[in-house]
C-alpha cells in the first residue's frame, strides 16, 4: 500500500516536471512531426507494406527519444533525495508507467499524422490498436530500463541506442508481424499466438526489472 | 595434474571429436539415377551412382527395385556392373499403373550383402501413357525382402547433406556449448550481486567472452554449411539466423557498456544487471521466436532437429561428447581469460 502510494505521488511528481518544462514533450512531438513528413516527402506515395515498417520505425525513434530523458533529466543529488524517500520499485514503476502513458499518447499522434499523410491502410482496428498498447508497454519496459543502465555510464546517448536496440527487436519484429495482419498484408490465423508472444516478453522483462533495479541505483 | 583432468579430457574429447567425426565414412547411397523421368509400358535401363559403394566386390548378386508403395513395386530385369559406384539396371515398367494420378512418384532401391539396403526416395517418376483405369498388373506386392544391413560404423547417408552432416559436431556442438557458458556468465553475474566480490564479475566476463567468440564460431561454421547446402552464406528470411546475429550484438554491446566504465564497483555491477537482463531478452529470441515461425533451418517450424534419421546412434556416440569436449575447452579458455583480467586489475590498483 505504501508502495502504491509512493508511486502515485512520483506519478504525479513526472506529470508536473512534464507540464513545467514543456519543451520536453514538444519536442518529442514536434520530432514526430518533422520525421512524417520526411518520410512521406522522400516516399510521395507510400504501399502499405512499407507504411506498416515505416510506422513502427518512427514510433522506434520518437520512443528512444522520448524515454532516454527518463533518469538524466535530474541530477544525481535530487535522485539522492528520491532515492532516500521511496522504495526503488516504486520508483521505476512510476517511471515505466509514466513512460507507457507518454509513449501511448505518442504512438497515436503518431498514427493520426501518419494516417493524415499517409493514408489509413488498417483493416482491423482491435488488432492494431491492441498492438499498439501493447508495443507501448513494452517498448516503455525495455526503454526506461536500458536508459537507467545507461544513465550511469559516460556516453549515454550511443549507449542507449547499442544497448536496447538488440534487446527491442524480438518485440519490434512481433509488433510489425501483428499489424501487418492488421493491415490484411498476410492471413494470420495465429494472431492470439504473436498476442501472446509479446505479453511473455513483456511479463519476462518486467519481472527482470523488477528484480534487477535495486541494484542499479545505489551508487 | 589431480585438480586439472577435466583439461585433458576435454583435449581428448575433442581430438576424438574431429577424428571420429572426420573420418568415419558415410554410409553407402545413392548419388543420383539417370534417366529420372519414365514412361509407363517402356523398357528403361537406368544409369545408377553410388556413393561409397562397393558394386562389384560384394559376393551376392545386386538387386534393385522401382517401388511405389508398400504394396507395389517391380525388379529389376537385368543388372550390369561397371565399376564400384556405378551400374546399369533394366526395369520392364508395367503400362499400367495402380493409381489414379496421371503421374506418380516412385522409389529406387539397391541391395546387396556389401553395402546394405539403399533407398534413393522419390526421386523416379512414372508417367501414364495409356489413358484407362488403375490397374496392379505387372506390379508385385512387396517383394522386397531379405535386404542387407550395412555393418559397421558409419553416418546416415542424407540427399543434399551428404558429407556436411559432419558439420554437426562443430556448429550444433558449438552452440550448445556457447549456452552453457553463456548460463553458467549469467549465475556469476547473480554472484556477484549477491556477495559484490570483484572475482565473480571477472568470472562471468571471461564467461561471455568466450561465450561470444563459441557463438561467431557458429556463425562461421553455420555459414559454411548454408553454403552448402542452401546455396548462399547468409539468408535473412532465416529467422533463427537474425536471432543469433541479434543476440552477437546484445554481447556486443555488453562489452562496450564494460568498456564506458572507469569505475570498476559500478561497471561490475552495471555490467552484472545488464547481462542478467539481455539474458532474460534472449530466451524469447533463440528459443521462442524461431519456434513459432517457419522456416528451412532445422528445429524450427515443426521441421526436426536431433531426431530419427538425421542423428542416428553413431552419431550419438560422437555428438554428445563433442558437446561436453567444446565446453569442457571453453570453461579452460575462460579459466585463462580469468587470470589475465585479474592479474590487468592488479596492475591497475598499483
Not at chain 1, 507507457?100 to 499518447?105: A, N
Not at chain 1, 519484429?173 to 494472431?191: E, F, G, P, W
Request: charged share 15%; net charge positive.
Amino acid at each position: 500500500m505504501i508502495v502504491l502510494k509512493e508511486i502515485i505521488y512520483l506519478l504525479r511528481k513526472e506529470i508536473l516536471l512534464e507540464w513545467r518544462q514543456k519543451y520536453a514533450i514538444s519536442g518529442i512531438l514536434l520530432y514526430v512531426l518533422s520525421t512524417v513528413f520526411v518520410v512521406y516527402t522522400s516516399f510521395k506515395k507510400v504501399e502499405p507494406n512499407a507504411w506498416n515498417t515505416l510506422f513502427w520505425i518512427i514510433i522506434l525513434f520518437a520512443s528512444v527519444n522520448a524515454i532516454a530523458k527518463s533518469f538524466v533529466q535530474e541530477n544525481s543529488s535530487r535522485q539522492l533525495y528520491y532515492y532516500s524517500l521511496a522504495n526503488p520499485t516504486a520508483i521505476i514503476l512510476s517511471k515505466i508507467i509514466y513512460n507507457s502513458g507518454l509513449l501511448l499518447f505518442l504512438s497515436f499522434l503518431s498514427f493520426i499524422v501518419f494516417a493524415l499523410v499517409a493514408g489509413n491502410p488498417v483493416k482491423d482496428n482491435f488488432h492494431f490498436f491492441a498492438a499498439l498498447f501493447l508495443g507501448s508497454i513494452g517498448f516503455s519496459i525495455t526503454f526506461t530500463f536500458i536508459s537507467a543502465i545507461s544513465a550511469k555510464a559516460n556516453n549515454s546517448a550511443t549507449l542507449m541506442a547499442i544497448l536496447s536496440f538488440p534487446i527491442i527487436i524480438p518485440i519490434i519484429l512481433t509488433l510489425i508481424k501483428l499489424s501487418a495482419n492488421a493491415l490484411r498484408l498476410m492471413q494470420d490465423t495465429a494472431v492470439w499466438k504473436d498476442i501472446a508472444t509479446l505479453l511473455a516478453i513483456d511479463l519476462i522483462l518486467i519481472t527482470m526489472t523488477f528484480i534487477l533495479f535495486p541494484f542499479l541505483w545505489k551508487d | 595434474m589431480r585438480k586439472n583432468w577435466w583439461k585433458a579430457l576435454g583435449v581428448v574429447i575433442l581430438i576424438y571429436t574431429y577424428t571420429a567425426g572426420l573420418l568415419i565414412p558415410l554410409k553407402p547411397g545413392i548419388l543420383s539415377v539417370n534417366p529420372s523421368n519414365l514412361n509407363s509400358g517402356e523398357e528403361v535401363t537406368l544409369t545408377v551412382i553410388g556413393y561409397n559403394t562397393f558394386f562389384t566386390k560384394t559376393e551376392s548378386e545386386l538387386r534393385a527395385w522401382i517401388k511405389l508403395d508398400n504394396e507395389h513395386a517391380i525388379s529389376a530385369t537385368k543388372i550390369e556392373l561397371v565399376n564400384d559406384t556405378k551400374a546399369h539396371v533394366s526395369f520392364n515398367i508395367p503400362s499400367n499403373l495402380p493409381t489414379e494420378d496421371k503421374v506418380t512418384d516412385a522409389s529406387l532401391v539397391i541391395d546387396n550383402d556389401q553395402d546394405g539396403a539403399m533407398v534413393l526416395p522419390s526421386k523416379l517418376t512414372i508417367k501414364k501413357t495409356i489413358d484407362v483405369n488403375p490397374n496392379a498388373e505387372g506390379w508385385t506386392n512387396a517383394p522386397i525382402t531379405d535386404l542387407n544391413r550395412k555393418t559397421g560404423f558409419s553416418f546416415p547417408f542424407r540427399g543434399i547433406l551428404y558429407e556436411t552432416i559432419r558439420n554437426t559436431y562443430f556448429h550444433v556442438c558449438l552452440w550448445f556449448a556457447m549456452i552453457i557458458l553463456l548460463i553458467t556468465s549469467v549465475v556469476h553475474s547473480f554472484k556477484y550481486l549477491r556477495n559484490f566480490r570483484m572475482e565473480d564479475d571477472q568470472k562471468s566476463m571471461s564467461f561471455t567472452m568466450v561465450g561470444t567468440l563459441f557463438g561467431m564460431l557458429g556463425i562461421i561454421t553455420g555459414s559454411i554449411w548454408a553454403k552448402d547446402t542452401w546455396g548462399t552464406y547468409w539468408t535473412w528470411e532465416e529467422v533463427k539466423l537474425n536471432m543469433t546475429a541479434i543476440a552477437l550484438l546484445i554481447y556486443l554491446a555488453y562489452f562496450v557498456l564494460r568498456s564506458s566504465f572507469d569505475d570498476y564497483e559500478k561497471r561490475a555491477r552495471i555490467a552484472a544487471v545488464y547481462n542478467i537482463f539481455a539474458f532474460a531478452a534472449l530466451i524469447p529470441l533463440i528459443f521462442v521466436i524461431p519456434r513459432l515461425t517457419d522456416s528451412l533451418h532445422p528445429g524450427n517450424g515443426g521441421n526436426p532437429a536431433m531426431g530419427g534419421e538425421d542423428l542416428d546412434n553413431t552419431m550419438r556416440m560422437v555428438f554428445y561428447p563433442a558437446i561436453i569436449g567444446w565446453t569442457l575447452v571453453g570453461v579452460w579458455i575462460s579459466q585463462i581469460v580469468f587470470r589475465i583480467q585479474r592479474l590487468k586489475e592488479k596492475i591497475m590498483e598499483f
